[in-house]
């Protein structure tokens, strides 16, 4: 079975604080993805990565950024984190080419920047 | 840009009875894939079932179906005596067939099951 892990679920911070959120997949996935999950608006793309130190900004992703400088790792980063930051955020990897397009989720992360 | 309007934030069906939640979608392309995805309370989510444009037959995995109307961009999932476990958040999706597999999300339905 695909597993990705995302390192936390639960994520208290202060405003202005430096946020990682850290994801990891054991399937060899070229393609990762970071989406926000809001209630009422559904899941939104903020940042993906289709191969290592390769990033594609996704629909939302002002006030953050990512690294991938492993094939199985790919993490988010707040670098000031916001009050308007707290949500749910939710990591993804999929196979490449246009055939495996499945995407596996992870468990999720709820951060709460207070 | 594709969107993907889910209109009913909640529904409710008694266990064993069957259930249809509603999608619609825009856009100008003609090859594209729809997706169902299950997010059950404090759970990761989990694909239910895809469906590929080209293909006319609706798809169907054990009690999940899909109604994929191409014309009217609607693309609804029934579901079929109804379970306990299915008690979960559905999210319809879309993803092009060009450029990056991003997938576009719709809002959400929040699916109750009554005992």
């Known amino acids: 079975d695909v597993k990705v892990t995302q390192s936390s679920r639960y994520l208290v911070k202060r405003t202005g604080e430096k946020v990682f959120l850290e994801c990891v997949q054991d399937m060899d996935h070229e393609n990762m993805f970071w989406y926000r999950q809001d209630p009422g608006l559904g899941l939104r793309l903020i940042y993906f990565s289709y191969d290592v130190k390769m990033k594609e900004k996704g629909d939302i992703p002002e006030g953050y950024s990512v690294s991938r400088e492993k094939k199985e790792r790919f993490s988010l980063i707040l670098e000031s984190a916001s009050t308007n930051q707290t949500s749910m955020y939710l990591c993804?990897?999929?196979?490449?080419?246009?055939?495996?397009?499945?995407?596996?989720f992870g468990a999720g992360t709820r951060l709460s920047v207070l | 840009a594709q969107t993907v309007t889910q209109s009913q934030p909640e529904m409710s069906v008694q266990e064993a009875e069957t259930v249809t939640l509603s999608c619609t979608y825009d856009?100008?392309?003609?090859?594209?894939?729809l997706f169902w995805y299950k997010q059950p309370p404090s759970r990761q989510m989990i694909l239910v079932i895809r469906q590929e444009a080209y293909k006319q037959q609706n798809a169907t995995e054990n009690r999940f179906s899909v109604n994929f109307q191409k014309a009217a961009k609607s693309f609804s999932l029934k579901i079929s005596d109804s379970q306990l476990g299915d008690a979960a958040m559905y999210f319809c999706?879309?993803?092009?067939?060009?450029?990056?597999?991003?997938?576009?999300f719709g809002q959400g339905t929040r699916l109750t099951i009554n005992p």
């Open positions: 999706a879309y993803r092009s067939d060009q450029g990056a597999q991003k997938l576009v």
């Open positions: 993804a990897s999929s196979l490449g080419g246009p055939v495996q397009n499945i995407q596996y």
């Open positions: 856009t100008s392309e003609s090859d594209y894939y």
